[in-house]
T-cell receptor, first 116, second 111 residues
Framework: EAGVAQSPRYKIIEKRQSVAFWCNPI?????LYWYQQILGQGPKLLIQ????????DSQLPKDRFSAERLKGVDSTLKIQPAKLEDSAVYLC??????????????FGNGTRLTVT | QKEVEQNSGPLSVPEGAIASLNCTYS??????FFWYRQYSGKSPELIMS????GDKEDGRFTAQLNKASQYVSLLIRDSQPSDSATYLC???????????FGTGTSLTVIP
């Protein structure tokens, strides 16, 4: 079974620039999550999709962050404009089904973003 | 109050000892509990899941759940240097299939 695919692995941008991350979940996984992990902290949920609908985006800074999951498969997360405090690892994860509370999260390798 | 709290560490144990990692959660409706291991510069990987009160063993790892006390723990027996990592506790809430993570406990196993 192929894992969660993410790209790019690393990105360095200057503040006020824009950046986009891409994620392809495990085949058949209906629920897709984007997490932000700042060094030394646990992952923080940014947005959760069930198929192509948003379940939770309460912690997404909507003035600068946006995400979409067209066709209920792969997803993109965009930051525009970036701030220094956005430097973090952005993790995409998926789980088998939104109705099964026992399905664990499976993570991609993450994208390490550095904003200078 | 944070959704999930872990003992901050760092935790150091000698090789061959038992490492004990603890986690508490605030939502009594939480149903599923997971332990993830995260090596430096890597993404979290699932090592244990537990859904019912009691103990669950998998090799050198034992997860313990006490829903009345809202407490989850992970024991690592015969700790090895390769176990040195940050361990994240994750809790799945009943509604919305949302996962909340603790800040992680850094474990170092000293050869």
């Amino acid at each position: 079974e192929a894992g969660v695919a993410q790209s790019p692995r690393y990105k360095i941008i200057e503040k006020r620039q824009s950046v986009a991350f891409w994620c392809n979940p495990i085949s058949g996984h209906a629920t897709l999550y984007w997490y932000q992990q700042i060094l030394g902290q646990g992952p923080k949920l940014l947005i959760q999709f069930q198929n192509n609908g948003v379940v939770d985006d309460s912690q997404l800074p909507k003035d600068r962050f946006s995400a979409e999951r067209l066709k209920g498969v792969d997803s993109t997360l965009k930051i525009q404009p970036a701030k220094l405090e956005d430097s973090a690892v952005y993790l995409c994860a998926s789980s088998l089904t939104g109705n099964s509370y026992n399905s664990p999260l499976h993570f991609g390798n993450g994208t390490r973003l550095t904003v200078t | 109050q944070k959704e999930v709290e872990q003992n901050s560490g760092p935790l150091s144990v000698p090789e061959g000892a038992i490492a004990s990692l603890n986690c508490t959660y605030s939502d009594r409706g939480s149903q599923s509990f997971f332990w993830y291991r995260q090596y430096s510069g890597k993404s979290p990987e699932l090592i244990m899941s537990i859904y019912s009160n009691g103990d669950k063993e998998d090799g050198r790892f034992t997860a313990q759940l006490n829903k009345a006390s809202q407490y989850v723990s992970l024991l690592i027996r015969d700790s090895q240097p390769s176990d040195s990592a940050t361990y994240l506790c994750a809790v799945n809430r009943r509604t919305g299939n949302q996962f909340y993570f603790g800040t992680g406990t850094s474990l170092t196993v000293i050869p």
